[in-house]
């Protein structure tokens, strides 16, 4: 089984999520390699041990010609398997079946752990935005408080030339309205004379018409004719 496999394999684990299954695989493996190259010894129990061991300088046989050359001091990486894992392989022990299901709600608690110093650090981060906009709100809401002195001093300003505008205006209302005053009465006496005329005409008309007559009733016959 390569790299690739592994990842698939566990995969199965992560509900089918292999970038995850890949992260995990990779972080183990980065912090084996980090602690044994710094001389750590990394053990995990039932499984094995990673140690880093010291080969001291020796002579060794070069075996294409048979010479006899010096090696120097090197540092190789070793491994121990535990207790458990010898005797899985050996066939003492049994592995448990594996049930996927089981195994991926430890997967999913695992995620959203990692995920709530994610989601704590937004919630403060939203929590420092608020506490660095309130001191604009408090700056904005003086400024309309100090900007509302100066809103009624130009209103009061205003008033006198209101006022002087609507004076200025008075004489020159009063001036029309008198000025109209002739016309008005002009067109009142042409008017009263011109029904004074009129009712003059209807009376002349009705004493020229001649009275009707009205016709002789027919004397009734006499008893002795």
């Known amino acids: 089984m390569n790299k690739t496999q592994l990842i698939d394999a566990l995969a199965a684990r992560y509900e089918g999520n292999r970038k995850m299954a890949a992260a995990a695989l990779d972080a183990v493996l980065d912090t084996i390699t980090r602690e044994v190259a710094r001389g750590e010894k990394v053990a995990i129990t039932g499984f094995g041990s990673f140690e880093k061991r010291i080969r001291p300088a020796r002579m060794v046989r070069n075996p294409r010609t048979g010479e006899r050359i010096k090696a120097k001091k090197t540092a190789i990486p070793k491994f121990t398997a535990g207790a458990d894992l010898k005797a899985v392989i050996s066939g003492a022990k049994k592995l448990p079946k594996l049930d996927l299901n089981k195994k991926a709600a430890p997967a999913k608690a695992a995620a959203a752990k990692a995920t709530e110093p994610a989601k704590k650090a937004a919630?403060?981060?939203?929590?420092?935005?608020?506490?660095?906009?309130?001191?604009?709100?408090?700056?904005?809401?003086?400024?309309?408080?100090?900007?509302?002195?100066?809103?009624?001093?130009?209103?009061?300003a205003s008033e006198p030339a209101k006022k002087a505008a609507s004076k200025a205006a008075a004489p020159?209302?009063?001036?029309?309205?008198?000025?109209?005053?002739p016309a008005k009465k002009a067109a009142g006496t042409a008017a009263k004379k011109a029904t004074g005329a009129a009712a003059a005409a209807k009376k002349t008309t009705a004493k020229k018409a001649p009275a009707k007559k009205a016709p002789a009733k027919k004397a009734a016959p006499s008893a002795g004719s």
């Open 172 to 181: 020159a209302k009063k001036a029309a309205t008198k000025a109209a005053a």
């Open 123 to 156: 919630s403060g981060t939203s929590a420092a935005t608020r506490k660095a906009v309130a001191p604009a709100k408090k700056a904005a809401s003086t400024a309309a408080t100090k900007a509302a002195p100066a809103k009624k001093a130009a209103a009061k």
